[in-house]
Structure formats: structure tokens, C-alpha cells
């Protein structure tokens, strides 16, 4: 018995020790949170509660994050948004765009869906919200929901809803979705992207003929802690809702721990490697494989864990909004936005807007080598989920010999006409799959 006394004595000894080296630890670093709040910030990140950056510039060095006092055409008020860095300002009304009371670009809408109503979401950066359309009723979701309405082959009345918002990658669509979107009750969902996941990386590393640099593989290739761990998060939150009891109070304990600074601490560095070793895997789980034509003579060669980087970005993120969507029952869309390099027969206007891409020699390489790798990414992905389809656009101005783009990425007032055309015979088509 004096053993058993003895040992258990030893063990509540133990605990109490332990207990107060933590309970010290987490005073320690309450302190230092409260001494020195600006370096504890990288310390104990907590997205309901950050502040982060944002240089969103006009070509003047005007800022938009509050409305400018003289504004840009095309340029409209944004303000920041603690998860999704910014998001358009609600109830804005210029000669060539409306911003409704919701913050997204056209009519206004309710909240709440109508019985009589298939229910089309947009997501995507400034060519899904038609950056340069002369109007709203000009942009392609807005001739799109004309178009879905005319084929008759859904049987309720479809509106098409413009959520797209200028600059936004992927992983903010992702939140976006998650954060509002899903509360306005879609039928279907549409991502329009691409452009803004290739360009930044396009532009560092010269079409990837030079190698990606660590630091932007982490933070833009995906892998950023605001956008994957919120996002992570709140997958993680949904799925939750559907366990058992057992499963509740264990993640009741788990949550609680994680309130104290002393878990947030050994929490967030533990993350901080895992992104620092996973930050250049390619691909979900594998590497894709190179179809590409081979490089010509005098071209420059791609980097291929560049381009893998890039591939393993938009796939990885694209997963997370077709499981998210999943689950609701909602099917997906995603669309590969259509890029200037890729149309064969140039109008004048468009010839001269690429005469400066040229001279480069590794614009084009990029286009023929790293944006159809994101295509194999998506492709890959929505051949796990029944219920996502993958489209490719590359082919949509082929054979158009009309200007179709205003700049490199965003269409014309007629190539919006084109894209909105294509995308509905599409729809139109299959509409049984997305019903």
C-alpha cells in the first residue's frame, strides 16, 4: 500500500508541476503579447482578429482600397475585408457599372432564392466581374443569364449572378464562397479564373525559365496561412457538424486547449514547417505529366518545378472549392479564363498591344507551357468529383478575326458577346448534369 501511496503521491506531484510550467509558459507570453503586440501578431495569428497589408495601387499610385476623390475609369471603392484582404464597397453606381447593395456588380438581388429561380454564381477576378465592359448589361455573365433563359432547357428562370471582384486569385474565390456565397443559395457555380494564379509567377520568373523563389512559392503559390488556414478551417467546421457526440466533446477539448497562447504558439510554428517542406511539392500527390510540345530551337527552356508550382496552386485550391460544393450538392463550373497569347488571328489593336510581349521571346512559352499545365491540374481534379466539370477556352477565338480583348486579359464589349455565346451552348447542352 505505502507504494501505491507513495506513487500516486509522485504522480499528482508530476501533474502539478507540469500544470504550472504551463500556466507559467502562458503567462509569460500573455505578457509578452501584451508588451510587444506588433511581433506577437507572426506569433499567435488569429484571422478573426489580424490586420494585414494591402497595396491595391491605381496606375497613378492612387490608392483603392477607399474611394479616390477624382476616380479612375474602371476603377471602383473597395474596403477591407478581415479574411478576404479586401472586397468591393455595396451600393455604388457609376455611368458604366452598379455595384448592388450585396457588393456585386448588376441589379439587385435578394438573399433569398425564389422558388421559380436556378440560381447561377460567378466567381472569379476582373474578367469574370468584365473589368472593361462598356455597361453591365454588356458583360458576359449578364448576356449569359439572356442566353440560359432563351435555350429553354432549364425549367426554372435562371439569374446569373456577377460575383466576381477585380484581383481576387482562386483561394480568395474559395473563402468568398465559403464566407457569402453559399448563403444566396446557388444551383450552380461558375469559376472564371486563371489569370491571376499565372500571371505574378509569369512575370517573376520570366514564363518560369528561371527557377521560383521559396518565399513566393509560400506565400503565393497556395500555401499562405490567411487564406489555407482559415479556408482549412472552415472545411474543417462543416465537417464537424455532421459527428457524433464522442466526436463533439473531443473537439470541445482539442478547441479549448487551442485557446491558450502557449498551443497557438507550438500550433502555428508546427504549421509553419509543414508549409515550408510542402510549399514546392507538386500537384495534389503526384507530379503531371509534361504534354507540352517540345521546346523549339532558340527557345527558352521551362523550369519544371516552376511550372509544377503554379499547376499544384490552382489544383490544390480548385479541390477544396469541389469538395466544398460537394457536400451542399451544388455542382461546379470551373473555366479556364482565355488570355490574349492564345488567340491565333490578331486584330490590329491586339497585335499592337502585344508588340512589347515580343521582343521578350518568353510570353508565348509561358502560354504554350505553364497555363495548359494549370488545365491538366483542373482536369485531374474534376475527374475526382462527379459533380465538377472542367472547360478550356483556349479555342473559343480561334477563329475570330474581330478584336476580342481590350487588353491581355479582359474581353471587349464583342468578345464578352463570344464568351457568353460559348458558354451557353454549353450549359444549354448538359444542362441535365448541373440540375
Same mark, same amino acid.
Given at each position: ?26 503567462? $509569460? ?39 479616390? +476623390? ?82 429553354? $432547357? ?121 508549409? +515550408? ?5 507538386? @500537384? ?11 521546346? $523549339?530551337? @532558340? ?115 464583342? @468578345? ?20
Amino acid at each position: 500500500m505505502g507504494l501505491l501511496r507513495n506513487a500516486g503521491k509522485n504522480l499528482m506531484l508530476s501533474l502539478a508541476s507540469i500544470l504550472a510550467t504551463l500556466l507559467l509558459l502562458e503567462l $509569460a507570453f500573455w505578457t509578452y503579447v501584451q508588451l510587444r503586440s506588433g511581433k506577437a501578431a507572426k506569433l499567435f495569428l488569429e484571422p478573426e482578429r489580424a490586420t494585414y497589408p494591402l497595396d491595391f495601387y491605381a496606375s497613378d499610385g492612387q490608392t483603392l482600397i477607399t474611394p479616390p +476623390r477624382h476616380r479612375l475609369k474602371d476603377t471602383h471603392g473597395y474596403t477591407i475585408h478581415p479574411y478576404l484582404i479586401y472586397r468591393m464597397v455595396p451600393d455604388q453606381h457609376y455611368p458604366e457599372c452598379h455595384i448592388n447593395t450585396l457588393g456585386m456588380r448588376g441589379p439587385e438581388i435578394t438573399r433569398e432564392k425564389p422558388a421559380d429561380v436556378f440560381r447561377v454564381i460567378i466567381t472569379g477576378g476582373s474578367s469574370a466581374f468584365s473589368m472593361l465592359a462598356s455597361n453591365d448589361e454588356a458583360t458576359w455573365p449578364a448576356r449569359l443569364e439572356k442566353k440560359l433563359n432563351a435555350c429553354g $432547357a432549364f425549367p426554372r428562370r435562371v439569374e446569373v449572378i456577377n460575383a466576381g471582384v477585380v484581383g481576387y486569385m482562386i483561394k480568395q474565390e474559395l473563402l468568398y464562397l465559403q464566407l457569402e456565397l453559399l448563403d444566396l443559395s446557388p444551383d450552380l457555380v461558375v469559376s472564371f479564373t486563371g489569370a491571376n494564379d499565372y500571371i505574378p509567377y509569369v512575370e517573376e520568373t520570366q514564363g518560369c525559365t528561371h527557377p521560383i523563389s521559396e518565399m513566393s512559392a509560400i506565400t503565393r503559390a497556395g500555401h499562405s496561412p490567411v487564406f489555407y488556414d482559415l479556408s482549412y478551417r472552415m472545411e474543417e467546421h462543416a465537417i464537424e457538424q455532421s459527428g457524433s457526440v464522442t466526436d463533439g466533446l473531443r473537439d470541445l477539448w482539442q478547441y479549448g486547449a487551442r485557446r491558450t497562447r502557449t498551443a497557438k504558439f507550438l500550433h502555428n510554428r508546427l504549421q509553419a514547417l509543414r508549409r +515550408r517542406t510542402a510549399s514546392l511539392r507538386p @500537384g495534389p500527390g503526384r507530379a503531371l505529366a509534361d504534354t507540352s510540345p517540345p521546346v $523549339a530551337a @532558340g527557345e527558352p527552356a521551362v523550369n519544371a518545378e516552376c511550372r509544377n508550382v503554379i499547376a499544384a496552386n490552382f489544383g490544390q485550391t480548385l479541390q477544396k472549392m469541389a469538395r466544398l460544393l460537394d457536400r451542399r450538392s451544388v455542382p461546379l463550373l470551373a473555366v479556364q479564363q482565355p488570355l490574349i497569347w492564345q488567340k491565333p488571328a490578331l486584330a490590329p489593336a491586339e497585335a499592337a498591344r502585344l508588340d512589347p510581349y515580343r521582343a521578350s521571346g518568353w510570353y508565348q512559352v509561358a502560354t504554350d507551357k505553364v497555363y495548359p499545365h494549370m488545365a491538366q491540374a483542373a482536369e485531374a481534379v474534376a475527374a475526382a468529383h462527379p459533380r465538377m466539370r472542367f472547360l478550356e477556352t483556349k479555342n473559343v477565338f480561334r477563329d475570330f478575326a474581330e478584336q476580342a480583348f481590350a487588353d491581355e486579359y479582359h474581353l471587349t464589349d464583342r @468578345g464578352n458577346e463570344v464568351m457568353a455565346q460559348f458558354l451557353a451552348d454549353y450549359l444549354c447542352k448538359y444542362s441535365r448534369g448541373f440540375r
